[in-house]
């Protein structure tokens, strides 16, 4: 059964990096699947971040396409998400997830990780 | 593409009919539609891929139709563990994979 779990820290300071990883467990992370990030800040609803192939190709919200970074490590079976400069708009349940695939494209999220909890705050 | 949700807030009692609604800015292919649910201090769930086909283990009282810009899904009997936010989202090739605002499925 496929299992995701993020970590990272649950208190970031303004201006600083936010660094979060997701360890995949029960599937190869090197399987054919597209594997992405998405946020929810307190009380609202979902943002779509950016996700990343097994060869590293990645894809970005435009909107925070400047300040996020995406990468794998096959050899660990994870993927990590930096978030640089944040400020407090960023506070919000990061999730990690897996994109289906259907017939070679992008499909939806069938796979979720639990939520991390990110505060920006000095 | 922005993805418009109604009604926000839907009342209904155990045993009715749910329909949600959502609204594309532009045409979605209907291979690309997705919905979700999802309840306090959880992840989202997926209910719905491809516009109308049912995610693994979904009741088969979910069903999701629709194409271009008008999306639809319905609940067809309530059962008291349906009440929470449902959240549809657009995947079509080129990203952002937006999601709409949500509906929140409240018991009556």
């Known amino acids: 059964q496929v299992h995701l779990q993020e970590s990272g820290p649950g208190l970031v300071k303004p201006s600083e990096t936010l660094s979060l990883t997701c360890a995949v467990s029960?599937?190869?992370?090197?399987?054919?699947?597209?594997w992405g990030w998405v946020r929810q800040p307190p009380g609202k609803g979902l943002e779509w971040i950016g996700n990343i192939y097994q060869t590293g190709t990645t894809y970005f919200n435009p909107s925070l396409k400047r300040r996020v970074t995406v990468s794998v490590d096959t050899s660990k079976n994870q993927f990590s998400l930096k978030l640089t400069s944040v400020t407090a708009a960023d506070t919000a349940v990061y999730y990690c997830a897996r994109h289906m695939m259907v017939r070679g494209e992008i499909g939806a999220f069938d796979v979720w990780g639990q939520g991390t909890m990110v505060t920006v705050s000095s | 593409i922005v993805l418009t949700q109604s009604p926000g807030t839907l009342s209904l009692s155990p045993g009715e009919r749910a329909t949600l609604s959502c609204r594309a800015s532009q045409s979605v292919s209907s291979s690309f539609l997705a919905w979700y649910q999802q309840k306090p201090g959880q992840a989202p769930r997926l209910l719905i891929y491809?516009?109308?086909n049912r995610a693994t283990g979904i009741p088969d009282r979910f069903s999701g139709s629709g194409s271009g810009t008008d999306f639809t899904l319905t609940i067809s009997r309530l059962e008291p563990d349906d009440f929470a936010v449902y959240y549809c989202q657009q995947y079509v090739n080129s990203p952002p994979y937006t999601f709409g605002q949500g509906t929140k499925l409240e018991i009556k």
């Open positions: 029960g599937f190869a992370i090197t399987s054919g699947y597209f």
């Open positions: 491809g516009a109308s």
